[in-house]
DNA sequence: CGCATCATTGAAGCCCTTCAAGACTTGTGG
DNA sequence: CCACAAGTCTTGAAGGGCTTCAATGATGCG
């Protein structure tokens, strides 16, 4: 709720400049009819919802920092847990084009959010329509981040599924700037994202700590020898999702 | 490679009407420009890709006629299924955006084809920056029909798999306008796209013609109570991930 | 007719789930 | 500062769903 001014906004509108950037779109002063639009702050607390399911926000929501995740509750009470988000995502971008019923956004740690209202993305397209094909590669990328996801559940065993995702996380969090070997998941969540039982997965936890894989010093997971974690997972780094590797993209209408 | 000419290209263009219409382009005169573009067809038979992984082709394929799927080979040899196209979709607009490397789009019955250049794209996006949005559209769906397909995997047991897949080809069919019972889908293919052996799925296959679900007569996949196949899948239309339900979209920035 | 692909069946066994209970951690209020 | 509650982590035992292997029967195609 506390609306925070001045430096802050600055780091704001660099995170999106830098992610837009990364998507290909490069309209520098363009970007000054967004930049307005992320000043109104938000903090959500960890287990709470960022985006309810079934709300119709008049905005959408920019992650600014902390991690959240995008899932689903069944009738059953089960969670599954599709995406997981970190600063610089946007956090509803489809519920500007294709209402989804059921979804919803959670904060898996302190999260601080940015808001851009709807007007003001109409309007940016409006004047900018490279900026529709960007968002239209934010929703290809989110895809290719699920398919990456089936295909861990579908084809991998236990304790590759984990190790995976694991080594997801970690290359995630350094493309941001964030070096720490901890993971912020509980196991819960993590069973929730694999498709596993929470009993199982600390079944494999335990276990990628004998291997050395994982630190056995603190109850979080904690990566201890990531390298090991990568072949234990058959990780291939070139399956990264994360936009941050396309920066060589351009958008296509700008150029011819 | 057979050219057709003439009353057959009427009809691969109103099914491109359709489809934008569907997504809330309604530019009437516009599609003119995409008109020529999807007059080159091709055919391809079952089995064959229609979009190899790796290529780089300069053109959209749209499905005209048949059954597709979006795949990926992995190192074992394991084939993952992750969509289903049936006419009218677009097979490959994905790689206009971001190449995906292991990306295959296979044939699963006969095949027609129609490709859109993309310099036709690009023209066509410059000229009617809605389109994009509409594209925005698509990614956003086939995220959603991913996800869907994640769900499956990660949640159910293997006879609500096979009968929610089925129960969502039913309907993805008969909003084409096809009411045959059979799912041209093998077994294999079947079990490629839940996740499960191929034997397994043939034992869930023959539980569901005892118990009424498929039809015994052949051998292909026919369902003989769709009634009780819903109820059995515990399917629920309203997760319909098919676009022609969301026809009344409209696109935003034209609006205001 | 022979070959390739798909469907079917059986047996053995492992991976993972479920249930149940206890230990540890954290935060909250008295 | 302690007690308590809530949530997470941990451990064991029992069982079932699915896989793997292997072999045989059907079907269709050149």
């Given amino acids: 709720m506390g609306n925070v001014a001045g430096a802050a906004d600055a780091g704001a509108l660099s995170l999106l400049r830098r992610k837009l950037a990364s998507l290909g779109f490069h309209g520098e002063y363009e970007l000054r009819c967004l930049q307005d639009g992320v000043a109104p702050r938000r903090s959500v607390l960890p287990g709470k919802d960022i985006v309810g399911a079934g709300d119709g926000p008049a905005h959408v929501t920019v992650l600014l920092t902390g991690v959240a995740c995008l899932y689903q509750t069944l009738e059953s009470g089960e969670r599954q847990i599709y995406a997981f988000y970190y600063a610089g995502d946007f956090c509803d971008l489809h519920a500007y084009v294709a209402p989804e019923r059921d979804l919803a956004v959670g904060a898996l740690t302190d999260c601080t959010l940015g808001c851009i209202p709807y007007k ?12 529709a094909i960007a968002w239209w590669r934010v929703a290809m990328l989110e895809a290719r981040g699920i398919r990456e996801r089936l295909l861990n559940v579908s084809r991998r065993s236990a304790l ?11 290359h995630r969090r350094k493309a941001i700037g964030i070096d720490s070997q901890v993971i912020p998941l509980t196991q819960i969540e993590l069973a929730d ?18 291997l050395g894989a ?13 390298q090991l974690l ?16 396309l920066a060589q993209w351009e958008v296509k209408t700008s150029s011819e």
């Fill in 120 to 131: 003001d993305l109409d309007q940016a397209i409006k004047r900018h329509p490279e900026l």
């Fill in 160 to 170: 590759e599924r984990v190790a995976h995702l694991l080594c997801e996380q970690l």
């Fill in 193 to 210: 994202a694999v498709g596993l039982s929470a009993v199982h997965v600390n079944r494999i936890v335990q276990e990628l700590r004998n």
């Fill in 214 to 226: 994982l630190s056995r010093k603190c109850r979080a997971i904690e990566v201890a020898n990531p």
């Fill in 230 to 245: 990568q072949e234990l997972a058959g990780f291939d780094a070139k399956y990264l999702t994360a936009p941050e590797m």
